[in-house]
């Protein structure tokens, strides 16, 4: 997948099981860092994404620590043989930044930077 197809607008179709959104139970403002300890525990997480996680690999919160996000995007997309919706790159980003000591963000407050990161090339 070139990060051309990655970035996309987000008008583009989406083949998976969701859309990009956060349900009240996954809100980021309702995180606490001291009681994560499941994947649907962590900001922008309900049920779709941890399956998502799980198929990466990932059982646990802090298995995803110094995961990039970009890449996680590009191997769900290969494991699962479709692309997904680029915001789950965003969502992912979310992850990352609030395991790396971040404060818990909306995932759409990523999506410009994600935007600006592809056009430029670079991947965080």
């Known amino acids: 997948m070139t990060k051309t197809a990655i970035a996309m607008s987000s008008n583009d179709h989406y083949q998976g099981r969701r859309h990009c959104h956060t349900s009240p139970t996954m809100n980021p403002h ?14 922008n997480v309900g049920k779709a994404t941890a399956e998502d996680l799980r198929l990466l690999g990932y059982l646990a919160p802090e298995q995803i620590v110094g995961a990039s996000p970009f890449e996680m995007y590009e191997r769900l997309c290969s494991i699962t043989n479709h692309r997904h ?9 979310s992850i990352t930044e ?5 404060s818990p963000r909306p995932w759409w407050e990523f999506t410009s930077a994600r935007k600006g990161l592809l056009m430029k090339g670079i991947e965080r």
Not at 30 to 43: E, F, H, Y
Not at 98 to 102: H, P, V
């Open 30 to 43: 309702n995180v606490d860092r001291a009681r994560v300890v499941r994947l649907t525990d962590l900001p």
């Open 85 to 93: 919706d680029p915001c789950v790159i965003d969502v992912f980003i």
């Open 98 to 102: 609030f395991l790396n000591g971040n």
